[in-house]
Nanobody
């Protein structure tokens, strides 16, 4: 059974930083592209960053967020710096069999999500 478990969310002031982690199990981690999505109330799902055969960042987070992964630990990270109130959302990680799939928002597995709240 595949599980993706996020951690590291919380409340932070604008300008602060958070590091999200997503621990994967039940899949061959190195075979999958990984990504972070977010969804704010009354907004659609947004792909924030992805990593695989390539790398992707949404324009809204370029220069502030960094995605990385530790294959040995089957974990993907999202370092978020210079946070803004508009970054407030539920963030969840996702896995896709191909990088080309995840950047097209097609995913195979996803976690439950972790809340990130940025106060002004």
């Amino acid at each position: 059974q595949v599980q993706l478990v996020e951690s590291g969310g919380g409340l932070v002031q604008a300008g602060g930083s958070l590091r999200l982690s997503c621990a994967a199990s039940g899949l061959t981690f190195s075979d999958y592209a990984m990504g972070w999505f977010r969804q704010a109330p009354e907004k659609g799902r947004e792909l924030v960053a992805a990593i695989g055969s390539g790398g992707y960042y949404a324009d809204s987070v370029k220069g502030r967020f960094t995605i990385s992964r530790n294959i040995a630990e089957s974990t993907v990270y999202l370092q978020m710096n210079s946070l803004k109130p508009e970054d407030t959302a539920v963030y969840y990680c996702a896995a896709a069999s191909l990088y080309e799939r995840i950047i097209r928002r097609f995913i195979d597995y996803r976690g439950q999500g972790t809340q990130v709240t940025v106060s002004s």
